[in-house]
């Protein structure tokens, strides 16, 4: 896998979790909030959408949105 496409996939792993519990980008900043991580929505957003962020924030992330497993096939196309 490539810099970039492992940047899509992380990008695809929040954004598909978020869609499927219905999460805005505000929601998850309130959840993140409530462990101490401070952002902007803007920031997050940013972040998400180029899916260059640290491990720990994806981590957290999963975390505030209570996901227990993940499936971490990393095909290319």
């Known amino acids: 896998m490539d810099e970039q496409a492992g940047y ?3 990008r695809g792993v929040i954004r598909s979790e978020m869609a499927r519990q219905q999460i805005t980008y505000k929601d998850l900043l309130e959840r993140l909030n409530s462990i101490g991580i401070e952002d902007t929505e803007n ?3 940013n972040k998400i959408g ?5 491990a720990l924030l994806f981590m957290q992330c999963l975390e505030v949105m209570g996901v227990e497993t993940l499936s971490v096939s ?3 196309d």
């Open 8 to 10: 899509k996939w992380l």
């Open 50 to 54: 180029r899916g260059r962020f640290s």
């Open 43 to 45: 920031n997050l957003r």
């Open 74 to 76: 990393m095909l290319e």
